[in-house]
């Protein structure tokens, strides 16, 4: 059963029932993408609360960022809908509330950028037409980049940078946003160990701070100590649970194969 499917029980008197309502930070309900004839995402449903760290586990060809680039917005469900605190993935875009942190394969790593520069996008919600970033905006950048170990790389150009370093100026740049809803693609995947701890930590503090993360890995090893809950994916949801349910053998045989229980494949 997911979470998404779990019902609290009511309370003596009816206490459960009269306790506000409150909207999941991401809120996904049978949600179906195909490519073409290519089904992609089949009948996805998951909800995951403000304040959590959600790992999203699955193979190569799972429907990971498929489902990234739907909660986004980026790609519109054949079937579905998605929320995020309520509001439409448009909408929570416009407002700065969610933040995007790609594959590196996505990014121009040529473009005649800085850090800086990088970091100051997302800041673009909190500024004019003319995008003029002010004192405020100026300071939550470089506090951004502080608390990512970038600030003595600021204005080196962002292609410049190693894996781990390239990760860490786009997780500066969710952070500098303010945005409540972070998302992940791959942020470990090809990182030096000093990069893979930052981020760690840094999502772990958002997450405290009331941030709502959902990052994919293939690092099952380190998903208990990142993650307060998990997601197994292939094309649709297999689990949702603790990792430590998740991460048990014959569930990750579901997603991974049988070849996981005969070589303890942690990929």
Not at 38 to 53: F, K, N, P, R
Not at 66 to 77: A, E, H, S, V
Not at 125 to 131: I, K, T, V
Request: contains cysteine; glycine residues 10%.
């Amino acid at each position: 059963m997911t979470r998404a499917e779990q019902t609290p029980a009511s309370g003596r008197g009816g206490a459960a029932a009269s306790a506000p309502v409150i909207a999941p930070a991401i809120s996904v309900h049978n949600v179906t993408v195909h490519y073409g004839e290519v089904l992609a995402l089949d009948d996805v449903s998951i909800d995951v609360a403000a304040g959590q760290v959600c790992g999203l586990i699955g193979m190569n060809g799972s429907g990971k960022s498929t489902l990234f680039k739907t909660i986004t917005g980026m790609i519109r469900p054949d079937r579905g809908t998605v929320t995020l605190g309520g509001r439409a993935p448009a909408i929570a875009r416009k407002v700065g509330a969610v933040g995007y942190v790609p594959q590196s394969e996505e990014v121009d790593w040529a473009f005649p950028i800085s850090v800086r520069d990088v970091v100051m996008m997302g800041r673009y919600g909190h500024m004019g037409l003319a995008r003029r970033p002010k004192a405020a905006d100026r300071t939550a950048v470089d506090d951004a980049l502080a608390r990512v170990d970038l600030a003595d790389l600021a204005d080196r150009q962002i292609g410049q940078l190693s894996g781990g370093q390239k990760k860490r100026a786009f997780v500066a740049r969710g952070i500098a946003q303010g945005a409540s809803v972070l998302l992940l693609d791959e942020p470990f995947a090809g990182v030096d160990k000093r990069s893979e701890a930052t981020i760690a930590t840094v999502l772990r503090e958002l997450a405290a701070d009331g941030a709502t993360v959902l990052v994919s890995t293939h690092d099952l090893n380190a998903l208990p100590q990142l993650a307060d809950e998990a997601i197994l994916l292939m094309r649709s949801v297999l689990m949702h649970s603790t990792p430590a349910e998740v991460l048990q053998p014959t569930n990750l045989a579901r997603a991974f194969g049988l070849d996981v229980l005969q070589r303890g494949d942690s990929e």
